[in-house]
Every structure is written in structure tokens, then in C-alpha cells.
């Protein structure tokens, strides 16, 4: 049976942290509020709980989850070949709603679906969101809803679309953006984005010039 833990308690917060990476080791989910919307979390180097997180939502392996990271020198150990173009968008838009995908570091033992060797990298500008980061390292995290249905913007509505499917949902009250970060793709020739959010493609076109808008 799932638990929930409201974390704007702040007698209680760092137990409930502590409880959230215990159940990450043991390969269970969470879901947890970022700066955007609510996402579902599981250790980033266990397969079985990265397939019980695509299971949860609806998803194939077709569509790996995004990587949350606490600190954004962590990039250097997920991403082959950081570049300036990497460093300067990190330095600007992180931590925010920036998703980067990039090469992935070939030495990583990890399965998140099918990436083609590639993995997509994000600080949250939120501070329970960094905690929990702070404690687990790296976590995948998706939208916390059932694939094709609205992202949850409150603990409320991703409980209602996951359910028991998740161990422990952590309350950080309502998001108020309720809008998915923007995705840039920098891991071909081209620099590519792939989903409109927050950051628009004139910000990242001041960093990255020869950027093309897919999601136009």
C-alpha cells in the first residue's frame, strides 16, 4: 500500500528524505515534485526499476525516461564529450526546466530503455527535488501520470493515475507552472528542439545559434 508524506512539515522532512533513498535502493518508486510537475522516480542504475517505471506509466522501451541529477558537475559523469555549448547552457538554465539530451558516457551501467546511447539530463530548481538528489544521486524521472493523460501538477492527481504502482508519494504542494521542461537535443549533428516548454527557442538560440524548432 502506497504511503504519502507532505514535506512542507519541516520537523519531519529530512526522515521522509531519508525513507524515499531507502526505498530507491530497494528499487521501488517514489513520486516527487520538481520545479515543472510532479514525476515518477526510480534508481537510474536499476533496470528492473526503470521497467517498473515505464510499466506504471503506459510506456514501451521506445520512450527511456529523463535523468534528474543534484548537481549539474554531475553531467560529467552521465554525458560523453561535454562541450562548451553543454557547459554554457548548464550555467545559465540550471537548475531549471531544461532538459538536455546529449551523448551518454559508454562506460555507464544502466539501462533506461532505448536510448540509442544517448541520455537526457535535467536539474530541478526545486529544493526538495535536490535533497532527495542530494541523497539517492541520480534518478529517472517521468511525468508522474499515465502516458497520453495531463501531467500532475499535485501529489492528488498523480496519485490517482498511479496508485499503489508507486511506494511513496511525496506532497511538495501544487505546482504551479504545470508545464514540462523544455527539450534540446545536442547528440547529432544538428541541435534539435524536441519539445517547447519553459525556455523558449530564442533564450537557447543566444547559446546555440544554429538550433532548429521541431516541436514548431
Not at 543534484?70 to 545559465?92: H, M, N, S, W, Y
Not at 500532475?152 to 493515475?161: F, G, K, L, S
Not at 523544455?182 to 538560440?205: E, F, M, N, Q, Y
Amino acid at each position: 500500500m502506497s504511503r504519502r508524506f507532505d514535506v512542507s512539515q519541516e520537523e519531519i522532512r529530512e526522515l521522509v528524505f531519508d525513507e524515499c533513498a531507502r526505498v530507491v535502493d530497494t528499487g521501488n518508486l517514489l513520486v516527487i515534485p520538481t520545479d515543472t510537475v510532479y514525476g515518477i522516480a526510480a534508481d537510474a542504475f536499476s533496470a528492473s526499476a526503470v521497467a517498473a517505471l515505464l510499466a506504471a506509466k503506459g510506456r514501451g522501451r521506445d520512450m527511456p525516461p529523463p535523468v534528474l541529477v543534484p548537481r549539474a558537475e554531475t553531467i560529467f559523469g552521465l554525458v560523453d564529450g561535454v562541450d562548451e555549448a553543454v557547459l554554457a547552457l548548464t550555467a545559465k538554465f540550471w537548475p531549471g526546466p531544461l532538459t538536455i539530451i546529449a551523448n551518454a558516457q559508454p562506460s555507464l551501467d544502466w539501462d533506461l530503455g532505448d536510448t540509442h546511447g544517448t541520455v537526457a539530463v535535467r536539474m530541478p530548481d526545486d529544493e526538495s527535488a535536490l535533497a532527495l538528489l542530494g541523497r539517492t544521486g541520480p534518478l529517472a524521472v517521468s511525468s508522474a501520470n499515465i502516458s497520453g493523460q495531463p501531467a500532475a501538477r499535485t501529489a492528488d492527481e498523480a496519485q490517482e493515475m498511479l496508485g499503489d504502482d508507486v511506494d511513496i508519494y511525496v506532497d511538495g504542494g501544487v505546482r504551479e507552472s504545470g508545464i514540462s521542461s523544455t527539450i534540446i537535443d545536442l547528440s547529432g549533428d544538428v541541435p534539435r528542439i524536441l519539445r517547447r516548454g519553459p525556455i523558449t527557442a530564442d533564450d537557447l538560440r543566444e547559446i546555440v545559434p544554429e538550433l532548429v524548432d521541431l516541436d514548431g
